[in-house]
């Protein structure tokens, strides 16, 4: 056989042997990626958790290890939604998921889709899980669980509307008290909504004023048929809620968060109207006892007391007093005879004294204050305008006399008597001798009646 003795100190290019191409890494890389994402893609894989790591993201990441080895592990945000559970580091689990490739580390991993704790189901994990926690939260302290009311008028129920559950509950409430109303809110007990549509009602009847207690109910089922009401967000209404809660779910072997939390649990929802309403004719029979009993301990207590006052009162010490008693009751009727005429007289003083007001206030009516004020208003109005008219008849005989004085010395009284008035053209001067015209000159004349237009054509005189 021939050896061939490698010289490490030769190019690269010797190295290789004829006709064969070095891989990069990202080539290898993705030629491991191929063969193992192609043949590896639904593994089940049984491991111990650890350094479990959950990211601001939303994804898990941890390793599964046995013994002897161990692998990457990866649940990314979109499958950790489903997940009913959450991990912890030593935790047995069986995962199932693909093989993937990391390039940029050149690491491999399993992405998971399904995790299930190897030996329980994820769901009863999920159960101890939320039930410890809310345990360690207070929720389930009796000291915070309400009483119910021991007669409550209006009951809130929140359940399906269709299943036989609202039928037996409304049952026994029309048997136990007819008068009782109840208010339904329709809501799924089952299935990926059912949790939701529970909260709701919770709220919605919590917020509607005058309910006395709510129930929250359904019938038996399996684990997951009852999970609506293992949820935390059930969990967390039932604890807000601010009216009694009854926790109805189920069998009286089943039990759920809901009953841990709720105020009171109802092993089924027949005895959840059962305990919430008594019978009326119990309550009825009982009231009937109870006034019964106080009856009779009246009787026997009156008796007794009767029977007390009638021996003491038949001691001689209580003659002496009796005695004395009348001699107290006939001065007493004395005191309130003289009291009576003293109220009478004094009354009857009161009385006159309100008469003199009365007749005092009479002479003060206003009415006959107006009355008197309108009549002397009247006589001075009267006085007033006698006054003014004689006044004015003196200033009207006054002024007459003037202008009878006044129409003898005016100039035109004198026209009426056949005088004239010569103006110029303009009437801006009297003409009063010759000398102060020309021949041609315009004139005015006024005379009797009007005036009449001149012209000189010739003057005499200087």
């Not at 945000?77 to 689990?93: I, Q, Y």
């Not at 019964?292 to 007390?308: E, H, I, K, N, Y």
């Not at 009348?326 to 009576?340: C, F, S, T, W």
């Not at 202008?403 to 801006?428: C, H, I, T």
């Given at each position: ?8 100190d ?81 935790l ?49 302290e ?28 409304l ?19 089952q ?9 709701q ?20 089922g ?27 779910v189920?069998?009286?072997t ?11 649990r ?34 026997l ?8 006052v ?23 009727d ?18 006159e ?39 004015i ?10 202008a009878g004085?006044?129409?003898?010395l ?15 053209a303009?009437?801006?001067r009297?003409?009063?001798?010759p ?15 009007g ?12």
């Amino acid at each position: 056989m021939e050896q061939r003795r490698l010289d490490f100190d030769a190019p690269l290019s010797q190295l290789q042997a004829p006709g064969r191409r070095a891989l990069t890494v990202t080539q290898l890389t993705q030629r491991i990626q191929e063969l193992i994402e192609l043949e590896l893609v639904d593994v089940w894989v049984e491991g111990e958790i650890s350094n479990l790591t959950i990211a601001a993201s939303g994804h898990w990441y941890f390793s599964l290890k046995d013994e002897k080895a161990q692998i990457r592990a990866v649940v990314w945000k979109s499958a950790a939604r489903h997940m009913r559970f959450r991990p912890r580091d030593g935790l047995m689990v069986v995962a199932r998921g693909a093989l993937r490739v990391y390039p940029p580390k050149g690491e491999y991993q399993i992405a998971v889709e399904l995790l299930e704790p190897l030996g329980k189901g994820s769901l009863q994990e999920a159960f101890e899980q939320l039930k410890a926690r809310l345990e360690k939260e207070g929720l389930f302290e009796q000291g915070r669980k309400r009483a119910l009311p021991a007669l409550p008028r209006r009951i809130g129920i929140v359940t399906s509307p269709t299943g036989a559950v609202i039928r037996d509950v409304l049952r026994v409430l029309s048997r136990r008290f007819s008068n009782i109303e109840a208010l339904i809110y329709p809501a799924r007990v089952q299935g990926n909504e059912a949790a939701g549509e529970i909260v709701q009602g919770l709220r919605v009847l919590g917020r509607i004023g005058g309910l006395d207690v709510i129930i929250v109910t359904r019938g038996g089922g399996s684990l997951e048929d009852l999970w609506p009401f293992n949820e935390e967000e059930v969990a967390r209404a039932l604890a807000a809620c601010p009216v009694p809660t009854i926790s109805a779910v189920g069998h009286e072997t089943d039990f759920t968060i809901a009953d841990f939390v709720a105020d009171v649990r109802a092993p089924t929802p027949s005895a959840a109207a059962e305990m919430v309403v008594q019978a009326k004719a119990d309550l009825r029979d009982r009231i009937q006892a109870f006034d019964a009993r106080r009856d009779s301990a009246l009787r026997l207590r009156m008796t007794r007391l009767r029977a007390r006052v009638a021996s003491l009162t038949a001691h001689r010490v209580f003659e002496a007093e009796r005695g004395r008693i009348r001699n107290q009751a006939q001065r007493i009727d004395e005191l309130g005879r003289r009291a009576g005429l003293a109220l009478a007289r004094l009354l009857e003083r009161r009385r006159e004294r309100w008469r003199r007001m009365l007749e005092r206030l009479d002479l003060f009516r206003w009415e006959r204050q107006i009355a008197a004020r309108r009549d002397r208003l009247v006589q001075q109005t009267e006085r007033l305008a006698m006054t003014t008219r004689s006044a004015i008849d003196k200033r009207r005989g006054a002024l007459t006399r003037l202008a009878g004085m006044l129409s003898s010395l005016s100039p035109l009284s004198v026209l009426d008597r056949g005088y004239a008035l010569v103006w110029n053209a303009a009437r801006e001067r009297l003409v009063r001798c010759p000398g102060e015209v020309e021949a041609g000159d315009a004139l005015r004349i006024r005379v009797h009646g009007g005036d009449i237009r001149a012209t000189v054509s010739d003057k005499e005189g200087a």
